[in-house]
Structures are given as structure tokens and as C-alpha cells.
């Protein structure tokens, strides 16, 4: 049996949150009266597989943890206790552009990008074409992208992410960054690269991407997997969770 391309087990993560507890000019001077400091268990033992050539959408409200769960994946965090195993190149989609420099133009931002990403400057400079031509971005890309709109930044990060050749990406609420042909553009690349073997693990609060896009859908709930298996179930039974209870005569 070949390895899965991401495996994880039993993780958890946990955040310290200080509370100095100064509410006023009174308290603020009272040197001896500590912090008080709160463990915030954001996921509390999560396991699963993504097999190669798989894709994986993660659904659930706010604060289930699902954004840290990809952070900790892309190894943004450390994971507290638990393990995260990935098998492949990773390319993370995550806050598109957000690693731009501002004063840099959009050409020498790909470069940045493309290096962090783990391409030499040889390979970013064959695809440069490319990468433009994807962000439609052609008569901005030699100016500094303090002068672009977010969408555009978005456009120019989700351009770089696909063109470097990865195995796994990790997808958090950016599959549509843009107006609508651009966001057609986007779906068609992500079929492109699942009809490729790429494997995929995203996060989205749009019901319509997790049908289009996933094989297989885990509802997360404060910071459990609450269910998991085929799209069409599991988000029946995630919307259903969220509905009101009608009251009884």
C-alpha cells in the first residue's frame, strides 16, 4: 500500500492567552496582580488520511479549528502533541499575496515567492510568462503591489502557488479570488491538477466548493472530527447542526 500524502495523528494544538486583567487606572498600577493565563485547546486530538491524488475539504463554524489545522500542516505552527506526516511537495494556499513586499514590484515578488516556495531563480524566470499570463495581471507587473487591489495580489499569489510543480496543496478559502472568469480559471487548474494525481486538503465556508471540489468532506467541532465521509452526508448533517430547533406547541 503506497503512504498517504498527508497523515495525521491524534493532533492537537494549544494556545497560551495572557489576560493582564487591567481595566483601570486603579488596577493598572497594582504591579503584584499577575496575568492570568488561559490554555486555549483549539484541536483536541485529530486523525486522518489524505491519499495521493485525493481531494479533502475540512467544513465547520467558526473557531473549530480548521484554519489552524491547515497552518499546522504547512508548518505555520508546531503542533502541541500529534504528528503530521506529509508525503509530497506542498504548495500552501493559505492568505494569498500575504507574504508579498509591498515596495516590491509584482515581477520581483514572484521571484521572492517563487524561492520561498522552493524554486530556483532559473525555474521561476521559465515561468514567469506563465504566471503572468495566469494573473492577468500583464500591465501592473512591474509596478509595486502596494498598488494593487487584494483581489490582485490574491490573483498574482494563487498564480505563483500553482506553477511550482507541487503534489499536495493546501487550500484555505481561496478558490475564488476573483471576478467570475478568473474564478473559473481557478476551478479549471484545481481539475487539472486532481486529474494529475495531486492530492488536496482545504478549508471552506462555501458549501458549493466543498460539492465541487472534494471526495471526501470532515466536519470538524470543537476541535473534534464530529463526522466524516461522502460530501453530500456530511454537509447535510453539518447544515442540519446549525439549523434552529422549531419549537413545540
Not at 480548521?66 to 502541541?80: C, D, G, I, M
Not at 500583464?138 to 500553482?162: E, K, N, W
Amino acid at each position: 500500500m503506497s503512504q498517504p500524502a498527508i497523515a495525521i495523528r491524534d493532533l492537537k494544538k494549544e494556545f497560551l492567552l495572557s489576560h493582564s486583567g487591567v481595566g483601570s487606572l486603579k488596577t493598572m498600577f497594582l504591579w503584584w496582580k499577575r496575568p492570568q493565563i488561559e490554555h486555549l485547546r483549539v484541536l483536541n486530538g485529530v486523525t486522518f488520511n489524505v491519499a495521493k491524488g485525493e481531494s479533502v475539504a475540512v467544513v465547520g463554524k467558526n473557531g473549530a479549528g480548521k484554519s489552524t489545522l491547515l497552518s499546522l500542516v504547512a508548518r505555520v505552527y508546531k503542533p502541541t502533541s500529534g504528528a503530521v506526516e506529509i508525503n509530497g511537495r506542498v504548495a500552501p494556499l493559505l492568505e494569498l499575496g500575504a507574504g508579498f513586499h509591498p515596495d516590491l514590484t509584482g515581477i520581483e515578488n514572484v521571484f521572492f515567492n517563487g524561492v520561498i516556495l522552493g524554486l530556483t531563480r532559473k525555474e521561476i524566470k521559465e515561468r514567469l510568462p506563465a504566471i503572468v499570463d495566469f494573473a492577468g495581471l500583464h500591465h501592473h507587473i512591474d509596478a509595486p503591489v502596494r498598488t494593487y487591489s487584494s483581489g490582485m495580489m490574491a490573483r498574482l499569489g494563487f498564480a505563483c502557488a500553482v506553477h511550482v510543480d507541487a503534489e499536495i496543496l493546501l487550500v484555505d478559502e481561496v478558490l475564488a479570488v476573483g471576478d467570475y472568469e478568473f474564478e473559473q480559471k481557478c476551478y479549471a487548474t484545481i481539475d487539472a491538477f486532481r486529474a494529475s494525481g495531486g492530492s488536496i486538503l482545504f478549508v471552506s465556508h462555501s458549501m458549493e466548493a466543498v460539492r465541487r471540489v472534494a471526495d471526501r468532506v470532515i466536519w470538524l467541532k470543537g476541535g473534534l472530527i464530529q463526522a466524516e465521509g461522502a460530501p453530500n452526508e456530511v454537509i447535510a448533517a453539518y447544515e442540519a447542526d446549525g439549523r434552529p430547533v422549531p419549537e413545540t406547541a
